[in-house]
């Protein structure tokens, strides 16, 4: 029996629905899922795994990282300044599509291995 790697995509959507399990289960509700902006004058684009709404209103920004295991710092250490920016780019594209904003977070589901890790808050727009 030859047994196939699975695909890069592969792995990221297997963990884009194991955090949005966890997420439905600590009581968040889903409102979109892979928002995607294009690269524009001055900036590369980017994209919000999860878009969730938490129970007090909170908009949540959710990226959603995996890596086989911890080593190099693992799934949460890979969440770049310039990862950080190219999401904090497409939450804030998706924000001007309402007139008043609730207030948001963005958030990092890290999963290691079979360890799952939520942070909260875990960084900022500027």
Known sequence: MVTVEKSRKGVGDDAEARALQHLLRQG??????NYRV????RARGGEVDLIMLDRDGTLVFVEVRARSSRSHGGA??????????????AAQH????RATPPPCRFDVVALDGDTLEWLRGAFFAE
Do not use: D, N, W
């Open 38 to 41: 294009a690269a524009g004058p």
């Open 94 to 97: 998706y924000l001007q599509r």
């Open 76 to 89: 949460a250490a890979s969440v770049t300044h310039g990862k950080q920016r190219r999401v904090i780019y």
């Open 28 to 33: 968040l509700r889903l409102v979109e899922r």
